[in-house]
Structure formats: structure tokens, C-alpha cells
């Protein structure tokens, strides 16, 4: 079997348990900048597709009792379930509902609507946005419709149901090929068809899935993910894909170890996520010294302590490649103090005046580490004076080393 993109009954309610975190809203989808489409994940696996109703249940979506992809959803033997008990209704539940928000989502186009109702005749109207499968509406979802709907729902699994900002890429032409500089981190692949029993759900780690993390996405510890890795532990895509046909080949790709329907997600640093900032060589974090809040104070390590506002940073793009640095606590600007481009300068919190000293740049080094470098000299890097492993050292600048442990910083959302 190939490609990404359905759901069956029951793995629609373990889905739902995922979505009972957040609401059902999504940002529109955007085609002006390229083909792909903007979206927000939200799907919150709190038991995960792998509990006794999900992913390992006996039946799929082809269940009884479950979503029957014969049928359209408009049909009285689609999604109404006609028998069966009442734990077999997905509309039942404000996670079912949730659920199917973004089944219908990923189905329908946007603005088209569908109104579907319980098996007590309880009516819930939901709204389409990206259309993978608009065909589905009043007609049946083939394997490759289910495919394409499996890599959508599986793309939008957020294991601790945060919304997050994502770019969608696959073959589906109603999705497209495209990049946008606003998600410059590919993420990963996903792929299946949970309209099987049983549900088959992947992914593969795209070249980017430990950059730019964001909480419950591929590069943190998931606990409850649906998918498993169809390129083996930690295995990246390029490994067990093919690349979209040129001039697409970087977008995506088109098929991995027999599927051909693939969902390739990029993101980028989440700018509602506090983020902690750690030096490779001591583990200790970026802080302000005493925890103030006034301009001028300097940027030291500490040893983390997650009560500490002052050790997380809000990451947010100026514009493509660049961010400003914000300190949770005092809402001041990372800078290099006086502009100063010699080594040895050091790094203080400073009110944001959108200058190069205040704009920074993260070079990834493949093992989960960053070079951060100010945009006012990009041979520059965040050092700690003297190699200290003394908490308050200062941050200083100095020119970049790859062979150094001190000036690798590893950047992940904050506890």
C-alpha cells in the first residue's frame, strides 16, 4: 500500500482524544506565496492512537460503527453511524467533534461546509479549509483519497494539542508544491492509510526535524504519537524517499518504501513558545543576570530552573533568516552591547530597536546544536568568556569555532 491521508472510525477516536486540548479553529489556508498551504496543527494525543481505540483497535474506519469511506459525507451510511453503541459515534464527544473539525478540514475546501449528526439526530456543522479530497463530500474516498487524507490528519498531530503554524507540501493537487520563507525547517514525511485495519500510520525525520523545534512536533520527546518511523529509529527520509519531480524536488517527496501519497510539513520557531537556550559544553542555560529587567543588564549562564522567567526567550522572525531575541521576563532585546563587532563584546538585554547588533541568525550543525551569530558580523558567535562553567559567567562575542563546545547552543521549548 502507498500514500498519506485518511482516518478510520475508531483512529478518529483516539484522534479526538488528541484534539481535546484545543479548539478546532485553524488559520486560513494561504496559496499566494507558493502552491503548499498554511495551516495549524492541534491534535492533541493525550492517549494517543496506539490506546485500546486507536491505531491497534481491531477495526478501522471501515468499521461497523465507524466512518464508512464508501459513502460520501452527506450520505446516510457515511458518517452517521446507523447501529451500534454509543462509544462508536465520534460526534458524541467534544473530542470526536473536535476531531472531525479537522477531518473536514483536510477534506473539504474552504468555506464549503457540511453538516453531519449523532446517531440521536444531534446536528454539528463543520467547515472545510485545505480540500485535499473535496470529492468525498457526496462521493466515495478511494485508496488514494484515503492516502492523501491520512498524511493531512497525521501532519496535524500535536501530542500536547498546542496549535502550531505549518506549511503542508504533497502531490495532492488541491495542496501543491512550494516553499515559503517563513517555514524554512522541514520537519518530515508522513504517510499511510488509517482507513485500514489495521490503521497504518508513518513518518521519517526531514533534514530539519531536530531545528526550529516546537512543543509536541517531531524533535521533541513525543510521548503518545500515533506514527512510527518508517525509516527506522530516528531515520531520516531522504534514506527511504524520492524526491518530488524538478523543480520540486526539494519541496518534498513523492513516494517512501511503497507509499506514494506523501505530506511533507515545514515549520518554523513557534512565536507563542518560551525557549530555553543551552551551551553544549556546560548544559547551563541563558539568563540575565539577577533576573533584571533593565536595559544594559548582562547575558550570563545560569543552571536552569524552570521557575525562572528571566532563562526564556521568546525566537521571533524579523525576516527570513533572522530573529530577535526576546527575554520572557523583561521583554528587552538580546543585543551586542554598543554595536561593537571585536571579539570579547559582550551581550546584554537592550530595548528593541530593530538594529544588526539585535538581529541574529541560526546556523544548524546537524547534531541539535546552533551557531547563533548577531546580523552585525556573521563570523561571529554567542562564546562564554574564558570557557567558564561558573553559573554568571558573562556572554560575550567572539568569532566562530566549530570545534568548540562553548559557543554550540542548543535551543528547545521550555519546561
Known amino acids: 500500500m502507498r500514500g498519506l491521508t485518511k ?17 478546532s479553529e485553524d488559520s486560513d489556508a494561504q496559496r499566494s506565496i507558493a502552491p503548499a498551504v498554511t495551516t495549524e496543527n492541534g491534535l492533541n494525543s493525550i492517549n494517543g492512537l496506539n490506546s485500546i481505540n486507536g ?17 460520501g459525507f452527506n450520505s ?42 449523532d446517531k440521536y439526530g444531534n446536528a454539528s456543522t463543520f467547515t472545510g479549509q485545505i480540500g485535499i479530497a473535496p470529492q468525498w463530500a457526496t462521493s466515495a ?6 492516502e492523501h487524507l491520512t498524511g493531512c490528519m497525521l501532519a496535524h498531530v500535536n501530542t500536547t494539542g498546542q496549535h502550531i503554524g505549518l506549511w503542508l507540501d504533497s502531490d495532492n493537487s488541491n495542496l501543491g508544491w512550494g516553499q515559503s520563507t517563513d517555514y524554512p525547517y522541514q520537519e518530515g514525511s508522513f504517510m499511510g492509510n488509517i482507513f ?13 526535524f531536530d531545528s526550529g523545534v516546537v512543543p509536541g512536533r ?61 551551551n553544549r559544553m556546560t548544559g547551563k542555560c541563558l539568563d540575565i543576570a539577577g533576573g533584571s529587567t533593565t536595559a544594559g543588564a548582562q547575558v550570563v549562564q545560569n543552571t536552569y530552573a524552570s521557575a525562572s522567567l528571566s532563562q526564556k526567550w521568546k525566537i521571533l522572525q524579523v525576516s527570513p533568516g533572522q530573529y ?24 546584554v538585554q537592550w530595548g528593541y530597536k530593530a538594529t544588526t547588533n ?40 567572539w568569532t566562530w569555532n566549530s570545534s568548540w563546545t562553548n559557543e554550540q547552543w542548543s535551543i528547545t521549548p521550555a519546561s
Not at 97 to 109: D, E, G, I, K, Q
Not at 141 to 146: A, E, L, S, T
Open 141 to 146: 474516498c478511494d485508496k488514494d483519497c484515503q
Open 358 to 397: 539585535q538581529m541574529w541568525s541560526f546556523t544548524a550543525s546537524g547534531s541539535g546544536y546552533y551557531k547563533i551569530s548577531p546580523g552585525s558580523r556573521s563570523t561571529g558567535s554567542l562564546n562564554i568568556q574564558n570557557s567558564s562553567w561558573n553559573d554568571g559567567a558573562p556572554i560575550e562575542q
Open 7 to 23: 482516518t478510520s472510525y475508531l483512529v478518529l477516536t483516539a484522534l479526538a482524544l488528541w484534539g481535546s486540548a484545543c479548539t
Open 196 to 208: 485500514t485495519s489495521p490503521p497504518q500510520a508513518y513518518y521519517c525525520n526531514g533534514k530539519d
Open 55 to 71: 491505531l491497534n483497535s481491531i477495526n478501522g474506519f471501515n468499521s461497523i460503527n465507524g466512518l464508512n469511506s464508501i459513502n
Open 76 to 117: 446516510i451510511n457515511g458518517l452517521n453511524a446507523m447501529s451500534g453503541s454509543m462509544s462508536n459515534d465520534l460526534l458524541l464527544t467534544a473530542e470526536g467533534r473536535t476531531t472531525m473539525s479537522y477531518l473536514v478540514r483536510c477534506a473539504l475546501p474552504a468555506n464549503q461546509t457540511v453538516t453531519l449528526k
Open 218 to 278: 517531531l524533535g521533541v520527546s513525543q510521548t503518545g504519537a500515533p506514527y512510527t518511523n518508517i525509516a527506522g529509529s530516528n531515520g531520516f527520509c531522504t534514506n527511504v524517499c524520492t524526491a518530488a519531480d524538478i523543480p520540486h524536488q526539494a519541496d518534498g517527496y513523492k513516494a517512501c518504501s511503497g507509499w506514494n501519497h506523501i505530506v511533507t510539513v515545514w515549520r518554523n520557531f513557534d512565536a507563542n513558545t518560551n525557549y530555553k537556550i543551552c
Open 324 to 347: 530577535k531575541v526576546i527575554n520572557a521576563n523583561s521583554g528587552l532585546a538580546v543585543d551586542v552591547y554598543g554595536g561593537h563587532v571585536t571579539d570579547g563584546a559582550l551581550i
